[in-house]
């Protein structure tokens, strides 16, 4: 235990114990020890690095080593106990709406005078010379001299990953480029066409970020030629050519520019911190504190990463999660250790004289592997002793051939039923500018991340990881000098997470700028380099570790974007100096969809919440399944059905829905109908979760909508295992889905005369149905001549806790269903202040308007009237009814229509007794026994 665990201070010889340890460990001891004091208690920290002789810190996606000072170091930089302000923000990527400025002239030629095309598409335009993609290439470039590169690919038949031809026009493309440069001057024009590079919903093709990437960092080293990608959805030429004729003409933001549907899209980089997890205390390095519930079942796979960011990184989540961890690297850690103390220049000399003798750069090279396996080896120590020495594997596998990357993971999923989490962090950087940059250099660089990429994918086949992390990097937003290649492969991460996330898999990209502490931003070069240019912010490796954890937080919560990255303010101003008015656009947020004629965000993130896995998928089909439990849903204790914890009927929608939207990703929920609640979704234990299945399948697929049928079943299973009912039906709804939600239609408020206060019966304490907490969701309910009435008051705190990622607003939906039943009745023989307590059976239709969700209303503090009629009302007799929740300005929120309903008991308005009905109190009998029956 450290003295700071312990309250005491050894005063002047705080962290002697722990150097004297580092100078005098044994040889195979890790490499850096690093000791935190405070100053005062919860004062600021003092940070000592001790680091042994060895090679100097390496980038977390392996970088070309550069020579650096060998000695120990000691550095001592202070840091707050309690956690500083971030220097970097977390921006959300995604395509907005971009208007564009008329032209006061007509569009240039798409394929002017002197065009020379390069294509994987066939295609030959009169007038242009044609590349070839053979060696002949440079050749043809050499002798046409062309003035204007385009590039038209074709990305309608590829797959996620690229195909080898793809690859090969890629490699044409930087060739071009490159053979461009040897001459006096560069083109005027290079610009890239991606036909079916976004879908309808607009949801880019995986593969278009190669060539968006690619111009992004083009674009920067070449500022007086003009360059420019331009994705459309459309395979057809003749479509797409008018489009990106005018963008040739056109003042860009980014040199980046998406069409669908008539719509031109930028990517907009939009603040959004997300939700913050509960937390939990990650300890320091050789602390052992506990693990998170349930964490020490996680399995995770880390292909790369056992040096630099992704060491720190993975050493932060074994301290708090203990996971199952296997590593897959390239480095060969059991190999000759006996030359490890040597220095630098001893190494060489010994390696560069006698017979086996090397050349000065291989022995370099050896001794740059030497060094790179001692830090290997010590970070699977670092992780044996946090996690268990079982519970660390190390595979070694060269990532780039697919063989040897398909026999590791079958090695890894015949040892483990499952993978919760992989984090695909291998990389390396190789900058330089296109006329020094080699061809091998730029397909190593790019071949790292993109095969590797395409190999694990399809090594893991039908056994895909739970969550899926890529670690790209700011570079694949913006570009970069020099990184042709690093922001092609980094901008592939982002397409292909934007892809496979809205076909149902909850794969995520994190766009890291430089670390100040470890990696390619440590070393004294980039050091000198990053003061120099003040264009990249150098983060902490506290602060790095803290973005890591909560993204992974929010995936785990169903919270998960796509595409997340860092940037502060060094960035910013690099950003604004590059591309003018870029920040006002992200600043400024289109317009909500109901109220502009052009769609006004981009393709709908899939919600999660009721999504663990998807286990079943074919064509117009998928099974989702969702385990409910007292820890994680404990919003259901209040919400109590005959003493037990249950899911509220009107949330059935929202499981629909999230299944619906996973089925037909990129359009919404317009209208759920024929809801048929048929039996309870209780949790009856605490310590045991219920696991239920939502299936989901097409019913028809149209240009305006799409509809599918959901059905929710769950077996009961006896404390042994046994399977009681198999595939027991809860629910069933249908759900049509449109392209944008719908426009609200208008309402009439009433005005309050004649109205009589009554109280909501299910807060009266009573053994029906009794809600609480986030439930408690109605103020000012009322009777009124035309029916009934409430205004909608949601426990913002609740909602944010709970369902801030909901697409249906369900809470609202509750609590106006709650208001059908407000009513005085007499009850023969006791009077007629009594008011129904019923629960809903079916519904026959729901219309959701606008775009809104609980978090929406309740964080923009928007009113909301409910109403119910007509003004007499039997749930129980099928007659016609409406309830319809409206706001201020009389724009309906949503209405349901038909509602039926069985009373279980009636409420005193005025003692607040309860009295069962008796055929209520023949269904609680019923519900009792079958609860019984569940738990015995």
């Known amino acids: 235990m450290s003295a700071t665990q312990r309250n005491t201070t050894l005063l002047g010889a705080e962290g002697a114990r722990e150097l004297i340890a580092f100078l005098t460990g044994a040889d195979n001891a890790a490499a850096t020890a690093v000791v935190r004091r405070p100053v005062r208690r919860g004062g600021p920290v003092q940070r000592l690095t001790l680091r042994r002789p060895g090679p100097p810190a390496v980038a977390a996606e392996p970088a070309e080593t550069t020579e650096s000072t060998r000695s120990a170091e000691f550095t001592a930089s202070a840091e707050s106990a309690p956690a500083q302000p971030h220097l970097l923000d977390r921006h959300v990527l995604r395509l907005a709406p971009a208007s564009a400025p008329g032209l006061t002239h007509p569009a240039p030629d798409l394929f002017p005078s002197g065009t020379a095309l390069l294509t994987n598409t066939g295609h030959h335009v009169a007038g242009v010379e044609s590349l070839p993609l053979d060696a002949r290439l440079e050749d043809v470039v050499a002798r046409t001299r062309p003035r204007h590169i385009r590039v038209l690919v074709d990305l309608h038949a590829e797959r996620a990953a690229p195909s080898e031809a793809l690859l090969d026009l890629h490699d044409a493309m930087f060739r071009t480029a490159k053979a461009c440069v040897e001459r006096a001057e560069r083109p005027e024009s290079f610009s890239v066409l991606v036909l079916g590079g976004v879908d309808d919903a607009r949801v880019p093709h995986a593969c278009a970020g190669l060539f968006t990437g690619f111009a992004k960092s083009l674009a920067l080293e070449w500022p007086d030629t003009s360059v420019l990608a331009v994705v459309h959805e459309t395979r057809d030429l003749v479509t797409a050519e008018p489009d990106a004729a005018r963008e040739h003409a056109t003042p860009q933001l980014l040199p980046v520019v998406y069409h669908v549907g008539g719509t031109r899209l930028l990517w907009q980089a939009v603040t959004e911190p997300g939700t913050r997890v509960e937390a939990q205390a990650v300890t320091e390095p050789g602390e052992r504190g506990e693990a998170r519930t349930g964490s020490r079942d996680r399995v995770v796979v880390a292909a790369g990463g056992a040096r630099g960011i992704g060491a720190e990184l993975l050493l932060a989540l074994a301290r708090r999660d203990r996971p199952r961890l296997h590593l897959i690297g390239s480095t060969d850690v059991d190999g000759d250790q006996a030359d490890e103390r040597l220095e630098r220049k001893d190494f060489i000399r010994a390696r560069t004289t006698g017979p086996e003798r090397l050349t000065v750069r291989e022995a370099s090279m050896a001794y740059d592997r030497l060094g790179s396996a001692r830090e290997v080896r010590a970070t699977i120590a670092a992780l044996r002793e946090l996690c268990g020495a079982d519970r660390v594997t190390y595979h070694r596998c060269d990532l780039r051939d697919a063989e040897d990357v398909r026999t590791t993971v079958r090695r890894i999923t015949d040892t483990e039923s499952r993978v919760d989490l992989l984090l695909n962090i291998a990389g390396t950087n190789r900058a330089a500018s296109v006329e020094q ?131 502060g303010d060094a960035e910013r101003a690099a950003i604004e100096a590059a591309a003018p008015g870029y920040l006002d656009f992200c600043r400024n947020r289109p317009a909500s969809r109901t109220s502009s004629p052009v769609p006004a965000t981009p393709a709908p993130a899939l919600p999660e919440f009721y999504v663990d896995d998807i286990v079943d998928r074919a064509p117009g089909r998928l099974t989702v399944v969702r385990r409910f439990g007292l820890d994680r849903d404990a919003y259901l204790n209040e919400h109590v059905v005959n003493g037990h914890p249950t899911l509220p009927g009107t949330f059935v929608p929202e499981l629909a829905a999230e299944a619906a939207m996973h089925l037909v990703p990129g359009r919404v929920p317009a209208v759920v109908e024929d809801v048929r609640l048929e039996s309870f979704l209780r949790v009856y234990k605490a310590d045991r979760d219920e696991t239920k299945k939502i299936t989901a399948r097409l019913l028809s697929d149209g240009p305006r909508e799409s509809v599918v049928a959901v059905e929710v079943t769950g077996d009961v299973v006896a404390p042994d295992g046994r399977v009681l009912v198999k595939d027991r039906r809860h629910f069933s709804a249908r759900v049509r889905l449109r392209d944008e939600p719908v426009a609200a239609p208008q309402w009439q408020h009433w005005d309050d005369n004649g109205a009589e206060p009554l109280s909501d019966p299910y807060h009266v ?166 609860a019984q029956e569940a738990t015995s």
């Not at 000198?528 to 890591?548: C, I, N, R, Y």
């Open 437 to 567: 940059k080699q061809l091998k250099d730029f397909r190593t660089v790019r071949d790292l991340k993109v095969r590797c990429y395409a190999h694990l994918k399809a090594a893991f086949g039908d056994r895909q990881p739970r969550l899926w992390c890529n670690f790209g990097s700011f570079v694949g937003f913006t570009g970069q000098t020099g990184e042709t290649d690093y922001g092609a492969a980094n901008d592939y991460f982002n397409t292909a997470a934007l892809h496979h996330s809205a076909h149902g898999t909850r794969e995520f990209t994190l766009g890291w700028t430089l670390w100040r502490d470890v990696g390619l931003g440590a070393t004294p070069l980039m050091r000198t380099f990053l003061a120099k240019s003040a264009q990249f912010t150098a983060m902490p490796t506290e602060e790095g570790v803290d973005h890591f954890l909560h993204e992974l937080d929010q995936a785990d919560h169903g919270r998960h974007t796509p595409v997340t990255v860092f940037f």
């Open 765 to 930: 304490p009573n053994p029906a149905v009794l809600l609480s907490g986030v439930f408690v969701s109605t103020a000012g309910t009322r009777t009124h001549p035309s029916g009934r009435r409430a205004h909608y008051a949601p426990d913002r705190p609740g909602i944010d806790r709970w369902f801030s990622g909901l697409v249906v607003p369900s809470v609202l939906l509750d609590g106006l269903a709650r208001v059908c039943v407000l009513d005085r009745t007499e009850l023969p023989g006791h009077g007629g202040d009594w008011t129904p307590l019923a629960v809903p059976r079916t519904i026959r239709r729901i219309d959701l308007y606008g775009n809104h969700t609980d978090a929406s209303l309740a964080a923009a503090g928007t009113r909301v009237e409910l109403y119910s009629l007509p003004a007499r009302l039997d749930l129980e007799s099928g007659a016609a009814n409406r309830a319809v929740a409206v706001g201020t300005a009389g724009d309906v929120v949503l209405q349901i229509k038909d509602m039926t309903g069985v009373v279980l008991g009636h409420i005193n308005q005025t003692t607040g007794a309860y009295r069962e009905r008796p055929r209520g109190a023949d269904l609680a009998r019923r519900a009792s026994a079958q």
